[in-house]
Antibody
Framework: EVQLVESGGGLVQPGGSLRLSCAAS????????MHWVRQAPGKGLVWVSR????????RYADSVKGRFTISRDNAKNTLYLQMNSLRAEDTAVYYC????????????WGQGTLVTVSA | SSDLTQDPAVSVALGQTVRITCQGD??????ASWYQQKAGQAPVLVIY???NRPSGIPDRLSGSTSGNTASLTITGAQAEDEADYYC??????????FGAGTKVTVL
């Protein structure tokens, strides 16, 4: 059974940093693309970033480019999202997700971790 | 445009058919995926590719694409189909897009 478990969310001040982690199990993590998707309270889904299986290719939404960094440790079956220069508008539940079909289809989702950016 | 446009809300009578649409330039090149999200839960993939359903998704949900428009059809809507539905696709730069979501109410 595919499992994605996010951690690292919490309350952070504007301008601060946070690193999210996602522990993956139940599939061959090192073979699959991974994505981060976020959802502000009461709002829709917003794609954040994706990374290929060996970590050599990454893409970011314009809203986070230059502030967020996606990475992975295939030996630990773990995906990361380093978030710097956080803003109030980054407040959201952050979902770790798996990509299939060359990374173009997001299939499994974690339960999410809440990041709140507030003074 | 790099956006995916969805109607904010639709309603359907129990047992009837409803179609949810998603419009965007990226859909001329890439298939849409569709996600169902119920209150307080993570989204679930329901349709991807030309018209593929993951295991466990009922066959009353189906997908299609024509030009720049992707559609999700629920044939014989059930109470448990009441949810928010989001479309998603990649674009030519390798980024992904989500529509704003359609709230489906089953009457």
């Amino acid at each position: 059974e595919v499992q994605l478990v996010e951690s690292g969310g919490g309350l952070v001040q504007p301008g601060g940093s946070l690193r999210l982690s996602c522990a993956a199990s139940g599939f061959t993590f090192s073979s699959d693309w991974m994505h981060w998707v976020r959802q502000a309270p009461g709002k829709g889904l917003v794609w954040v970033s994706r990374i290929n299986s060996d970590g050599s290719y990454t893409r970011y939404a314009d809203s986070v480019k230059g502030r967020f960094t996606i990475s992975r440790d295939n030996a630990k079956n773990t995906l990361y999202l380093q978030m710097n220069s956080l803003r109030a508008e980054d407040t959201a539940v952050y979902y770790c997700t798996r990509g299939i079909v060359g990374g173009d289809v997001i299939d499994y989702w974690g339960q999410g971790t809440l990041v709140t950016v507030s003074a | 445009s790099s956006d995916l446009t969805q109607d904010p809300a639709v309603s359907v009578a129990l047992g009837q058919t409803v179609r949810i649409t998603c419009q965007g330039d990226s859909l001329r090149m890439y298939y849409a995926s569709w996600y169902q999200q119920k209150a307080g839960q993570a989204p679930v993939l329901v349709i991807y590719g030309k018209n593929n359903r993951p295991s466990g998704i009922p066959d009353r949900l189906s997908g299609s694409t024509s030009g720049n428009t992707a559609s999700l059809t629920i044939t014989g809507a059930q109470a448990e189909d009441e949810a928010d539905y989001y479309c998603n696709s990649r674009d030519s730069s390798g980024n992904h897009l989500f529509g704003a979501g359609t709230k489906v109410t089953v009457l």
